[in-house]
């Protein structure tokens, strides 16, 4: 018999929001024409002076993908688990408005359709 959910049910559970600090990951891309460094310059700035980040904590702003239509920074910051709600819906739109103030540009896949008739 196969029971759903064993290794829950029979296993160990780990409950994150008992933690003091929590992480939030968020992942933004800039396109390929763009200066990198100035939007992770921009994407560091965010974390450093938002006073709810724990400026102690490993946080990190690194290139993670080279995808087909951006290149994917991930966005690390470390937070009071009070903090983690509020912090995780503030920080897309604030990271999108430093990586436009820099310059940069956030781009959406396109694709190009060539039509061709058959004469």
């Known amino acids: 018999m196969v029971i759903p959910n064993g290794p829950l049910a ?3 559970l780990i409950n994150h929001t008992a933690s003091d600090i929590r992480a939030v990951e968020s992942s933004i891309g800039v396109a390929y024409s763009d200066d990198i460094y100035k939007a992770k310059a921009a994407l560091e700035a965010v974390i450093q002076q938002d006073e709810r980040v724990l400026q102690n ?6 290139v993670v993908n080279l995808g087909d ?3 994917d920074f991930m966005v690390r910051a470390f937070v009071k688990t009070d903090d983690y709600r ?3 819906f503030d920080i897309l739109p604030r990271l999108k408005t430093a990586v436009e103030g820099a310059g940069c540009s956030i781009p959406f896949p396109q694709r190009d359709v060539h039509l061709y008739q058959d004469k």
């Open 10 to 12: 029979n296993g160990n």
């Open 57 to 62: 904590e490993g946080n990190v702003v690194a």
């Open 69 to 71: 239509s951006s290149i």
């Open 86 to 88: 509020d912090f995780y």
